[in-house]
Nanobody
Framework: VQLQAFGGGLVQPGGSLRLSCAAS?????MGWYRRVSGKQRELVAD???????NYADFVKVRFTISRDNSKNTVYLQMNRLEPEDTAAYYC???????????WGQGTLVTVSS
């Protein structure tokens, strides 16, 4: 399975971005992680194929994860972005049987005035 992420870029503080990640075929749980410079990669949010969601405390309310199973795609709507959200964002997916993990390429989000 290949995962391809889109949607990163430069945005001003308080702005919004929407990330997308498309899987090459049907996939189970999908999620977004991020790596802030100098830190370890951390979970942002994930979502099961049934639509159950899980968020990191630092993004609750501001970010929304969703998915379109007909397109094997997961989205991350990011609102009220802060400079601290600047990071490389990575899409992660699990196979339908939950055994195999797949990672997409990172997409860079820069929040700066």
């Amino acid at each position: 399975v290949q995962l391809q992420a889109f949607g990163g870029g430069l945005v001003q503080p308080g702005g919004s971005l929407r990330l997308s990640c498309a899987a090459s075929r049907a996939i189970g749980r999908m999620g977004w992680y991020r790596r802030v410079s100098g830190k370890q990669r951390e979970l942002v949010a994930d979502i099961t194929s049934a639509g159950s969601t899980n968020y990191a405390d630092f993004v609750k309310v501001r970010f929304t994860i969703s998915r379109d199973n007909s397109k094997n795609t997961v989205y991350l709507q990011m609102n009220r972005l802060e400079p601290e959200d600047t990071a490389a964002y990575y899409c992660k997916g699990r196979s339908l049987n939950g055994i195999t993990t797949y990672w997409g390429q990172g997409t860079l989000v820069t929040v700066s005035s």
